[in-house]
């Protein structure tokens, strides 16, 4: 019975899978809003997945120099203490892509917010384990576009 | 996860689906673009990463060209293949682009073009070349026209030897692209006397015949994986040292060490005898940055190195050839491609 529900389950959970899964080996969204902005609302999304952020690297200083106009480009480090340490033992293989990193990307007053897919990784990685783990992974961050995605579509500026 | 909450979950999703107006509702054009396409072609279709989609490049196309370019995309141009969206999620793009540029689409027959290659070539090259190249694969650096940095042109050339390109465009339409010209993208016209349609119709087959060249990216082998582990000989502060010093000898710049748990956990609980050494050489990546913006996703280059309860250590190291392959880039791919040629060298000093 239980097996059927859960086939069941995953039929219709195929259904409703999210447009960004059809996306190729990057997920990517613009958010319309300044980066200083979208990296706050991406930060609070982030940890309310429940990862922590790592690091936030700056990538900006000496960009001019080589042309870009922007000078705002920070990539995200996150992800969650256990995950890590209990995948680092048992896969070394998927440390190089530990922590996950997003890059934030200023183009005027838009930003691009870019990662790579999770499930890029899941060819390589046929156990059970991995999948779901990449999986989970994938659909952590698809929840974390679409709500920065919401929540800047309803920022209002500072007085309105 | 318990039967009860199977039940439930179960319920509400069938409760889902078996609302008709779920059901029945048709794809939103809008919303599929802003997800799928406005981080590269931008929300209004300025063009970012990805080409303008401004009224006077879709008026000169036919939907059909549309449909077929979301569904090949364009391979080693960075453009993905939309090839899991449904007919009718495609079709929602084409008439969203259609309505909110109020253009209409032109019309094609399928008739071939029938011309002399021979000639087109020679004509190619003394009108097409300096902006499509020798091999039509377009001029300059990167993909597309610009993120957060300067180009040249609004568009950069099109890559018309693209296989992307070569199966979405009909003869026809080539051929009214060169008669017409497409003065956002900075391409004259070669119609109205400067050509005869005799001439045009030799670029045309000239044009088709870059079908049959093949792209030149190297393909993986059946057994490559995304990262390389290398047993070290030594143990984990000396292995430290050899990389670093392997390193240095490559010129590149190294930056302070990161252990892999750090900011993760609290400083007393961390694990250091895991670490990234983490470089990169400033020119190469900015270099990089150029072609391919979006490489703060991968970017730093990073060898991890652990120590394991045995006490053996490992050295971690990305595939470039791998990585690269992800961004569907064939200049990021070429480029990465001898990076990991000197990966490999380092990794061979640091465990010799």
């Not at chain 1, 086939?7 to 958010?31: K, S």
């Not at chain 1, 690091?55 to 120099?65: I, P, V």
């Not at chain 2, 502060?237 to 190294?254: C, E, H, M, P």
């Not at chain 2, 990021?332 to 990991?340: F, I, K, N, T």
Request: with cysteine.
């Amino acid at each position: 019975m239980i097996r059927r529900l859960s086939f069941v389950c995953l039929l219709l959970g195929a259904l409703f899978i999210p447009a960004i899964a059809q996306a190729d080996n990057m997920l990517m969204g613009r958010m319309p809003l300044r980066a200083e902005i979208v990296l706050e609302y991406l930060k609070e999304s982030i940890e309310e997945h429940g990862y922590t952020i790592a690091h936030l690297q700056l990538c900006d200083g000496g960009m001019k120099d080589f042309g870009y106009k922007s000078d705002f480009y920070r990539v995200v480090f996150f992800g969650k203490a256990d995950e890590v340490r209990h995948l680092t033992e048992k896969y070394p293989e998927i440390v190089s892509y530990l922590p996950l990193k997003m890059a934030v990307i200023a183009e005027k007053d838009e930003t691009l917010l870019a990662i790579m897919n999770p499930e890029a990784l899941a060819p390589y990685f046929p156990g059970q384990e991995m999948q779901i783990q990449l999986g989970r992974w994938h659909s952590d961050l698809v929840s974390i576009f679409d709500e920065v995605r919401r929540e800047t579509a309803q920022h209002k500026p500072i007085g309105q | 996860m318990s039967l009860r909450r199977y039940l439930v979950l179960a319920g509400a999703l069938l409760s889902g689906i078996g609302s008709p107006a779920l059901l029945l509702a048709a794809p939103n054009g809008q919303a599929l673009y802003e997800e799928h396409c406005s981080a590269c072609h931008q929300m209004e279709g300025q063009g970012g990463i990805g080409l303008p989609l401004m009224n006077a490049k879709l008026s000169d196309v036919s939907d059909l060209y549309l449909r077929k370019t979301i569904r090949l995309g364009r391979p080693g141009r960075v453009m993905p293949a939309f090839q899991k969206m449904s007919d009718a999620q495609v079709d929602a793009i084409v008439k969203f682009l259609r309505d909110s540029s109020g253009t209409v689409a032109r019309t094609f027959t399928d008739e071939p073009v029938v011309g002399d290659a021979a000639n087109g070539e020679k004509l190619y090259t003394e009108n097409c070349v300096k902006c499509h190249g020798e091999d039509g694969s377009g001029e300059g650096e990167g993909t597309g026209v610009t993120l957060s940095r300067e180009r040249t042109f609004l568009v950069m050339p099109a890559s018309i030897s693209n296989s992307g390109f070569l199966a979405s465009a009909s003869d026809q339409m080539i051929k009214q692209v060169i008669i017409n010209g497409r003065r956002l993208s900075g391409m004259p016209s070669f119609g109205h006397d400067r050509l005869q349609e005799s001439e045009i119709n030799d670029l045309v087959a000239y044009v088709r015949s870059f079908e049959e060249q093949e792209r030149q990216v190297e393909a993986l082998d059946e057994d490559e994986r995304p990262t390389h582990v290398y047993e070290s000989p030594y143990d984990f502060d000396t292995t430290v040292s050899n990389v670093k010093a392997a390193l240095t000898g490559a010129n590149f710049r190294i930056f302070p060490d990161r252990y892999i748990e750090q900011g993760l956990v609290d400083e007393f609980s961390m694990n250091t005898r895991q670490v990234g050494v983490r470089f990169c050489n400033f020119n190469v990546m900015y270099g990089m940055l150029k072609i391919e913006p979006r490489l703060g996703t991968v970017l730093p280059c990073r060898i991890s190195i652990l120590e394991r309860k045995d006490g053996s250590v490992l050295l971690v190291v990305p595939n470039l050839r791998v990585v690269s392959r992800w961004f569907n880039n064939d200049e990021l791919v070429g480029l990465w491609d001898r990076m990991e040629e000197t990966f490999t060298e380092i990794v061979d000093e640091v465990t010799l």
